[in-house]
C-alpha cells in the first residue's frame, strides 16, 4: 500500500505545474486526500482537503490557482498549480484516508497513508 507523488520541478514565477498522486495497494475512490507542503525550514501546511465526492477546502494563499482532479480510473490523483509563486516552494505531500471532511484541517497529520513528497521550486 503506498502512494507516490511525482511532477515538482523547477518552474519560473507565473509558470504551472501539475503534481501526480498515485495510488497502489487500495483505491482511491473512497478516500480522502489531503496535499500538504513544506517549505524549507517552515512546518508543514495544509494546501487543500478534498472528500470522496469532490468537496475540497482550499488554503487561502492557493485559492483559484491550485485545483485538485482524480482519475479514478488510473486510482490518481493530481494538483494542478497555475500562477506559481516563489512562496509555493515546498516539499508537496498527498495524503489519503476515510475521514470526513468538513474543513481543511480534516486533513491532519494523522491521516492513513501518505507519500513520500516531491519538490517544486518556484524561482523568481
Known amino acids: 500500500v503506498q502512494l507516490v507523488e511525482s511532477g515538482g520541478a523547477l518552474v519560473q514565477a507565473g509558470g504551472s505545474l501539475r503534481l501526480s498522486c498515485a495510488a497502489s495497494?487500495?483505491?482511491?475512490?473512497?478516500?480522502?486526500i489531503g496535499w500538504v507542503r513544506q517549505a524549507p525550514g517552515k512546518e508543514r501546511e495544509g494546501v487543500l482537503c478534498?472528500?470522496?465526492?469532490?468537496?475540497?477546502y482550499y488554503r487561502d494563499s492557493v485559492k483559484g490557482r491550485f485545483t485538485i482532479s482524480r482519475d479514478n480510473g488510473k486510482n490518481t490523483v493530481y494538483l494542478q498549480m497555475n500562477s506559481l509563486k516563489p512562496e509555493d516552494t515546498a516539499v508537496y505531500y498527498c495524503a489519503a484516508d476515510t475521514i470526513v471532511v468538513t474543513s481543511i484541517q480534516s486533513c491532519d497529520y494523522a491521516m492513513e497513508y501518505w507519500g513520500k513528497g516531491t519538490l517544486v521550486t518556484v524561482s523568481s
Open positions: 495497494g487500495f483505491t482511491l475512490d473512497y478516500y480522502a
Open positions: 478534498s472528500s470522496s465526492t469532490g468537496r475540497t
